[in-house]
């Protein structure tokens, strides 16, 4: 006996989204299934397509604007796993961040690793929006931190194993 999970209202938080762009028509912000960590983010580009050169990287529209209604919770944009490993498109800061209280345009920065033009085409999904918890910081001044068995030893300091 097989049995399948629905997990669309798991952890759901309320977000409203604004479409800027025609290239969201007869489209809706939406996992691709009720298992899927994130949204996929379109190309909103006014011509068909757009190349980015070998080393390149491109500012690319995501023709939607949001608002996170759940207290603690940012946007972060990642890489689509398939354009990432495929064609070498991939977020060129690694992850992008959007605040909470951001209501622009979401403006996805893509980066060509490959050594080949690629080309993207209006409505193409580029990136992936997640929603995840985060904690703000209340920063004390110190003289002295805490020891720790680590200290200050960084970039490989613990081995290989």
């Known amino acids: 006996m097989t049995h399948s999970t629905d997990f669309s209202q798991n952890n759901a938080i309320g977000v409203r989204v604004k479409y800027l762009h025609t290239a969201w028509e007869g489209q809706e912000l939406e ?62 800061q690694g992850v992008g961040v959007i605040d909470p209280d951001y209501r622009g345009e979401i403006i996805v920065s893509l980066l060509n690793t490959s050594k080949e033009r690629r080309t993207i085409r209006r409505g193409q999904r580029i990136a992936q929006l997640i929603f995840l918890p985060f904690a703000a910081a209340h920063f004390t001044a110190v003289e002295e931190l805490t020891t720790t068995e680590r200290g200050a030893g960084g970039f490989g300091h613990t081995g290989k194993k």
């Open 31 to 92: 996992t691709a299934t009720s298992g899927s960590a994130g949204v996929d983010l379109r190309a909103c580009i006014d011509q068909e397509t757009l190349t980015i050169e070998p080393g390149d990287r491109a500012p690319i529209p995501a023709g939607l604007a949001i608002e996170i209604t759940a207290p603690g919770f940012a946007g972060f944009i990642f890489s689509r796993s398939g354009l990432g490993a495929k064609d070498g498109l991939t977020v060129s």
